[in-house]
């Protein structure tokens, strides 16, 4: 049974976390933070994110912040299986390196300034931007979903962000296989929910 209240700022990356409550098709209470009040730093808030961001996630006694983190917390305990590969998949791996691509890798590459100079590449985590679009091309080739045939949370973190990056033309040229991701993944109708909650 859950006790889920999302923290949640309009127009902000709080739309991850709501757009995969939406696929889970959980009962949950939203709890707007007023970012422009700046009630994300009130002392009552910092004792459920203490870095004063959205979103948060409560379920019962257990406090969740990071949308990686929200996401992976969500589909092992409500849809392990389904939107989570299960401890023992093979697909767990995969799914796995994609939850955490999303804002290890994607969101620094496409959000920081890249030079193009491989040398300087080299020293960052996350590489060259060119390498992190070459790599998710070749992933969405395969397609339709980061596993394949299956949708996963994988694709509701990984896909949020892309969404965003190519709504605000972080990315130039973008491949098609990226487009044409962020297509299917809007027409979902959980999709269409969080985005008509986060973007009124």
């Known amino acids: 049974m859950s006790d889920i209240t999302l923290y949640f700022a ?39 994110n203490s870095m004063g961001k959205v979103p948060a996630l409560t379920d019962g006694p257990v406090t969740v912040s990071e949308n990686p983190a929200i996401c992976i917390y969500l589909a092992d305990r409500y849809s392990l299986g389904n939107l989570a590969p299960r401890l023992d998949a093979a697909e767990r791996g995969s799914y796995l390196r994609w939850m955490i691509f999303s804002t290890a890798v994607f969101e620094p590459a496409i959000y920081l300034e890249d030079d193009g100079d491989e040398l300087a590449a080299s020293g960052r985590g996350w590489g060259s931007r060119s390498s992190v679009l070459e790599v998710l091309d070749d992933a969405l080739c395969v397609g339709p979903w980061l596993l394949g045939e299956q949708f996963s949370a994988a694709d509701v973190m990984l896909g949020s962000l892309l969404s965003i990056a190519l709504f605000n033309q972080r990315i130039a040229q973008p491949a098609e296989s990226l487009v044409r991701y962020a297509e299917r993944l809007s027409r979902r109708p959980a999709y269409e929910r969080a985005a008509k909650a986060t973007w009124p």
């Not at 990356?13 to 939203?30: H, I, Q």
């Open 10 to 48: 309009p127009a902000s990356r709080a739309f991850t976390a709501r757009w995969l409550l939406e696929e889970l098709g959980l009962p949950y209470r939203v709890k707007t933070v007023s970012l422009r009040k700046g009630a994300q730093k009130s002392p009552s808030y910092l004792q459920i």
